[in-house]
């Protein structure tokens, strides 16, 4: 694609402008400042994966997964700011759901271990992992809020922490898992992701880029996996003292 094509790509954040300006929508500063920082972003990326692709130094990768995963958990920390640590803990979650995906794709042969093949994975994982993590935050803390009472009156009973919370622990963990098992359900018939239209449009067969597409599929459901049980399992410890009683 030439900068003319993608200055005339344009005329759709035009469109965008004028649809908020007649509803009264009061967006079009926000538009206009995530076409820029969109445009800007993605440009910088460009030229740093360029860089990274060209040295092919596995430090460089690392260095990048590792900035992809803090910027990760920085994100989704938000939904849960008032619990301990909460940084810490998403973004260890995030790390060990990534690592244990690529390490399987890449151990198994199923991916080159080649920097333009580990980053690229490797982002679309760990962005997935990071809107599953917000989600299991947000639901985890609206669980134990409106099960309040359900929850002390089995500590009551002398039901620790972790059988206390466990409904609520449960609840969180299928809010994080639902959206990528959902999107499974009607990929293809539905949509056409991103991993396979790139292929389609770069000249690949169909059928080579319904292949890649599967797997992307079955990583980002197992990434998800085990990123919400792994947060969810850590992160409703910070509800409770170490007596195993709930904070107010």
Not at 27 to 54: H, N, P, S
Not at 160 to 167: E, G, H, I, K
Not at 190 to 211: D, F, H, N, W
Request: hydrophobic share 60%; proline share 3%; charged share 10%.
């Amino acid at each position: 694609m030439s900068m003319i094509a993608l200055a005339m790509a344009l005329s759709l954040v035009g469109a965008s402008i004028v649809i908020s300006a007649h509803q009264g929508l009061g967006l079009e500063k926000d538009i206009l400042v995530g076409t820029v920082r969109a445009f800007i972003q993605l440009m910088a990326i460009g030229y740093v994966l360029k860089f990274i692709f060209d040295l092919r130094q596995w430090p460089f990768v690392l260095l990048m997964l590792a900035v992809m995963i803090t910027v990760a958990g920085r994100n989704a920390a938000k939904r849960g700011k008032e619990i301990p640590h909460v940084f810490w803990l998403v973004t260890g979650a995030i790390s060990l759901g990534a690592a244990a995906t690529l390490g399987v794709l890449a151990g198994l042969r199923i991916i080159k271990f080649e920097p333009w093949f580990v980053i690229p994975i490797g982002g679309m994982i760990i962005g997935n992992a990071m809107v599953a993590s917000g989600l299991v935050l947000n639901r985890i803390q609206s669980e134990i809020a409106a099960r309040k009472q359900e929850i002390r009156a089995a500590l009551a009973l002398g039901a620790t922490a972790r059988q206390a919370v466990d409904p609520a622990l449960k609840a969180a963990i299928k809010a994080g898992m639902i959206p990528t098992i959902d999107s499974m359900k009607v990929v293809g018939l539905v949509q056409l992701p991103g991993m396979m239209t790139g292929q389609i449009i770069a000249g690949a067969s169909p059928l080579q880029a319904v292949r890649y597409q599967i797997m992307v599929a079955y990583m980002l459901a197992a990434a998800t996996a085990v990123t919400c049980a792994t947060l969810g399992l850590i992160v409703y410890r910070g509800f409770f003292t170490m007596h195993h009683q709930l904070k107010s």
